[in-house]
């Protein structure tokens, strides 16, 4: 329906039962009666279409959208806020104003791509910040405020870097006996277990069964919500390090005076980082990545994963001891080096020369 009220020509239609008006002169930037027809148009085409996007939407702005995104990651408790505000600092200052999100296109996307690439942005980094974004426009069209219509085609950036790194034997003693003696324990278990960081720096005493000889980490204490737990009892050096980590924190108690209830701790405190330390040990040690810096701590999640391989450890046990729910994680980590295909060429040759001596006896 077109009308008038004074000298401006408007529209009027409905939508799911609500009744709607907008003004020609605001959304086209003319007032006349052909322009308000094109107008009426479009938005029966689109109502048609299911593309239509109505005024409460066009309201929403990028602050709108993290918002809801903090509030979906408060719902479902998930662990990588951090990353995801590191993400929005840079969205936040290329998507400058606030704009609405109506108004953050396709092209727009391309662009705040391309602008990371100059600054030197790796592109897993520019990955997770156009993850963090996508992923609010989604909650926002879970929580109604925003219709499937409105949301952009995001950029797919393709990352190439997974690593390959790994700690051979000789690497993993030399350097624990170069790191601190508050982590040279934790350093073992995360050898043998390939538990992540966090999985190691928030493990309480609570979980550590003595009498068992078991290792817990609680349901929704890891990063797929899972519980699991590895028994240490049959490995010699962490039956070595759980006892000699409840030794130094029953001493620690004694001095302190207070009940410590992190396994691995600095004087009582949890360890929240050892960066700096690790880096030390490895230059210390010699031991270096392919790029000729020091290996990080998650490539002992690599070496975990390897060494349980090597071992002929089902894959499904291994893929449980290390908290892996897909075939394709258990690819990333399971690394192969040239012995090992080696040795799988030279078990082949011993097959077939048993088999052919067999036929030959037969």
Request: positive net charge.
């Amino acid at each position: 329906m077109i009308y008038q009220r004074g000298d401006r020509y408007w529209i009027q239609y409905w939508r799911d039962g609500r009744r709607l008006r907008e003004s020609v002169a605001k959304a086209t930037g003319q007032n006349t009666p052909k322009a308000a027809r094109d107008l009426e148009r479009k938005r029966l085409g689109e109502l048609e279409a299911g593309t239509w996007i109505g005024p409460d939407e066009r309201r929403l702005r990028l602050a709108d959208l993290r918002a809801l995104l903090d509030a979906d990651y408060l719902d479902k408790e998930r662990k990588s806020g951090d990353r995801m505000g590191r993400a929005w600092k840079h969205l936040a200052a290329f998507f400058d104003g606030n704009p609405r999100a109506v108004h953050i296109t396709t092209d727009r996307l391309h662009q705040f791509a391309a602008a990371r690439r100059a600054d030197g942005a790796a592109p897993a980094t520019i990955r997770n910040e156009l993850t963090a974004l996508r992923r609010a426009f989604r909650v926002a069209v879970e929580r109604q405020r925003l219709r499937v219509a409105a949301v952009p085609v995001f950029p797919s950036i393709r990352v190439h870097n997974a690593r390959d790194v790994f700690y051979a034997d000789g690497e993993v003693a030399a350097v624990r006996e170069e790191l601190p003696p508050e982590l040279r324990h934790l350093w073992t278990v995360c050898a043998w277990t390939g538990w992540r960081r966090n999985e190691l720096f928030d493990l309480q005493w609570a979980q550590v069964d003595f009498a068992a000889g078991i290792v817990r980490l609680n349901v929704g204490t890891t990063k797929n919500r899972e519980g699991r737990e590895v028994p240490f009892d049959v490995v010699p050096d962490l039956v070595a390090a759980f006892d000699a980590q409840r030794a130094y924190t029953r001493d620690v108690e004694r001095r302190l005076g207070r009940i410590v209830a992190h396994v691995f701790h600095r004087n009582g405190k949890p360890i929240k980082r050892m960066d700096v330390a690790r880096q030390q040990a490895c230059r210390r040690a010699g031991v270096l990545g392919k790029d000729g810096r020091p290996k990080v701590l998650h490539d002992l999640r690599r070496t975990a994963a390897r060494n349980l391989t090597r071992a002929g450890v089902p894959r499904h046990v291994a893929m449980r001891i290390l908290g892996l729910k897909t075939e394709s994680m258990w690819r990333r980590y399971s690394i192969i080096e040239t012995d090992d295909l080696r040795d799988g060429m030279a078990k082949v040759l011993a097959f077939r020369t048993r088999e052919q001596r067999a036929a030959r006896q037969a």
